[in-house]
């Protein structure tokens, strides 16, 4: 008898916990198995800041693809500005390409212009101010980086190094280079170490609460 | 029978726990509750043209940041407060109270609703110039200094000539970075003898390399008593003090009459200028100095900054002359600091028990990167203790000069005991040697250092030479303590 009280109040607890969390529960973004594309969305067409159009999803004479997620008013986004350059003008004669994705749906092109120009970004750069690069990648963090084959199959999703330990608590030098493995170990044809890691920094609005139709 | 009863009342308290709950926090609005927290606490820095990255003004501002500022707030980095709350309050606090902190969350998770927008507090009006008024003296840095796009952390210091032909009391410090998005903290120096300007700009640069091992070398500080002094140069000017004397960071006006070197107070990110309380003020002697100790972030852009800083001077000479009290003694140079790598807890402590009734008026505190914790206590004479000032996380980039609300008062026989931990393990983030290594005393940002320093005046005026000698007395025990000393003389024997 008393087992089955039990029974019941662990129910009926369950219940009432799962209520109140209710509220706070926050539906993730349905892509959660963005690990492979759709066939479509390789062709997802973007202009660039220069005014050139750009398949960041397909890149059939590349080896590889990387897409740096970054938000120009996120100071740790910024930090790293120098890092993505390096690292898209080194990995770029080995034939992969790098594209800088703005992913604030407020940008204005003449402000991600100011900003690109600022902080001296030399591969293409891109504002997705409607986040289907977002939704494709499955990124919601700035800065955070998504490594695709050619095709747009995606290979790697997280931090480019540990830099940042958390938010205020940077390292005085990297001690894991997590994007420049990923890519060594695609140049050299091995598997990635790690698929997903944790990326510090800004949040990413929320692609769904745009009115968005990739 | 009685399991049913109780889980009925714990059913029915449930219940009617969460719905009222519910019900309060539906309730909760940006435009009644969340909006004056946010005016109060964050938009001073979080508007344009202040140093913080984005504004903070709207309720589309707010609801945009949401998800970073549950976090920030969660976490205690924003707003920039590092004090636990002790027993005696701060002036000019910027931490959040737990409940301000629930209501902040709670509302992000209930969806944030803005409520009646006619119910909006309106903006507060933030000082547009000078927040204190006009300064009495207004000076820039002579020529800007380049902060790269990235790569470590800077510290550097620039001297200013102030040109003042007689001393001068400072009640006030105002500072203007150019680049407010790589300047970090700056603390004020004041040197009179003509030694910074030689040092300045001897590796071709605007100013010299900073942090406390340069701040030292004006000083004639505790490099003079460690193994690795690199003050015994020749052909260096020899200003050594007498032990004892001047050894505060944040003030020993009353230490040495006239010395020739010492601290102005700083400014850090988030921080307004206050004037001195109740009519207390630094010393500037003629012919001073300014020395600006700037701590830089590079922001991922080169930036120049070229520094303006406005001077406020009163009248008089300071109505009660004040001392530091800093615990360890010389930033802990007698402490035999020694951190073995993978340390997760090394601990630093001193105490002192004050010769006569004092007030404190400030508290600061001082360690590299490897402090992990902070904690000054006042011990009574009765037998109560308090918490003067207590970091739980101590993050050097954070070097906050806290301010008492009122004049903190410890009767003679109070001991005051400082403890500082260090982390010297990998999990330390903050850790510059990776994998560790082995830590010790030094100004290097690479060695550590260890102090909490109380600033004080005597409750009576006539006592403030036997707190001195008090405190002197002190420090020459700490001095003969140190392991080195011991081990040198038992070598000698």
């Known amino acids: ?214 | 029978m009685s399991v049913r009863h109780l889980l009925c009342t714990a059913i029915l308290g449930l219940v009617v726990g969460l719905a009222s709950s519910q019900r309060l926090l539906a309730e909760v609005t940006f435009s009644k509750d969340i909006a004056p927290l946010i005016f109060q606490k964050c938009t001073s820095c979080h508007r344009p043209g202040e140093a913080a990255p984005f504004a903070l003004q709207t309720y589309a501002d707010v609801k945009k940041r949401s998800e970073l500022i549950e976090s920030v707030v969660i976490e205690r980095q924003m707003p920039p407060w590092k004090a636990d709350r002790g027993d005696a309050l701060f002036r000019y606090e910027r931490r959040l109270e737990d409940d301000q902190m629930t209501l902040i969350t709670d509302w992000i998770k209930n969806g944030m609703p803005e409520g009646n927008p006619a119910e909006l507090p309106p903006l507060p009006e933030f000082p547009i110039g000078w927040s204190l008024g006009e300064p009495d003296l207004i000076v820039k840095m002579k020529e800007p200094f380049t902060v790269p796009a990235d790569g470590p952390d800077i510290y550097r210091n620039f001297v200013i000539p102030l040109e003042l032909d007689s001393e001068r009391w400072v009640t006030a410090i105002d500072f203007r970075p150019s680049a407010r998005s790589v300047v970090h903290h700056s603390l004020f120096f004041f040197e009179a003898t003509g030694l910074a300007r030689k040092i300045d700009g001897e590796d071709q640069q605007p100013g010299f390399k900073g942090g406390m091992g340069a701040i030292a070398r004006l000083r004639g500080g505790p490099a003079v008593l460690t193994p690795d002094a690199s003050e015994t140069e020749p052909g260096r000017p020899a200003r050594r003090q007498q032990p004892g004397a001047g050894l505060g960071f944040f003030g020993d006006q009353a230490a040495n009459e006239s010395p020739k070197f010492g601290p102005l107070g700083g400014w850090a990110l988030g921080a307004q200028p206050h004037p001195l309380p109740d009519g207390l003020a630094f010393r500037l002697p003629a012919g001073s100095d300014l020395i600006l100790a700037t701590h830089f972030h590079p922001s991922g852009k080169a930036e120049e900054e070229a520094s303006t800083v406005g001077l406020y001077f009163t009248k008089d000479p300071t109505k009660r002359r004040f001392t530091a009290i800093q615990l360890p003694t010389a930033f802990g140079a007698f402490k035999g600091i020694n951190i073995a790598p993978g340390t997760k807890e090394y601990v630093v402590e001193d105490s002192f028990e004050l010769p006569v009734d004092v007030e404190a008026f400030g508290v600061g505190a001082h360690a590299h990167y490897l402090g992990k914790s902070m904690k000054m206590t006042a011990t009574l004479p009765d037998g109560q203790t308090q918490t003067l000032l207590s970091i739980p996380d101590w993050d050097f980039a954070w070097q906050e000069q806290y301010r008492f609300a009122n004049y903190v008062k410890l009767p003679k026989g109070t001991r005051l005991h400082s403890r500082i931990t260090y982390d010297n393990s990998a999990d330390n983030p903050r850790n510059p040697s990776h994998p560790p290594a082995r830590v010790r005393f030094g100004e290097e940002s690479t060695n550590e250092m260890a102090s909490i320093t109380l600033q004080v005046v005597a409750a009576q005026e006539s006592e403030m030479p036997k707190l001195i000698d008090g405190y002197r007395v002190h420090f020459r025990q700490s001095l003969l303590k140190t392991p080195l000393l011991k081990m040198l003389q038992g070598g000698q024997r």
């Open chain 1, 1 to 214: 008898m008393s087992s089955r009280i039990r029974y019941v109040a662990a129910v009926c607890l369950i219940a009432c916990l799962v209520h109140a969390a209710e509220p706070t529960a926050v539906t993730e973004p349905v892509n959660s198995s963005a690990t492979s594309l759709k066939t479509s969305s390789s062709s997802l067409q973007f202009t660039d800041l220069e005014g050139r159009i750009q398949t960041p999803l397909s890149q059939p004479d590349q080896r590889a693809i990387i897409l740096f997620f970054v938000l120009p008013d996120c100071p740790i986004s910024n930090a790293y500005a120098p890092e993505i350059k390096r690292i898209s003008a080194e990995y770029s004669q080995r034939k992969i390409a790098s594209f800088v994705i703005y992913v604030d749906p407020d940008l204005t092109t003449d402000a991600a212009k100011k900003h690109a120009k600022d902080y001296g970004y030399e591969c293409p750069v891109i504002c997705d101010n409607s986040l289907r690069l977002v939704q494709q990648t499955g990124v919601t963090i700035a800065p955070e980086v998504a490594v695709l084959d050619a095709t747009g199959q995606r290979l790697y999703r997280g931090r480019i190094d540990n830099l940042y330990a958390g938010l205020g608590k940077r390292r005085p030098k990297a001690t894991e280079l997590d994007l420049r493995n990923t890519l060594d170990a695609i140049l050299n044809g091995k598997p990635v170490p790690n698929e997903t890691t944790q990326s510090i920094g800004c949040f990413i609005a929320k692609p769904e609460l745009n009115k968005t139709a990739p």
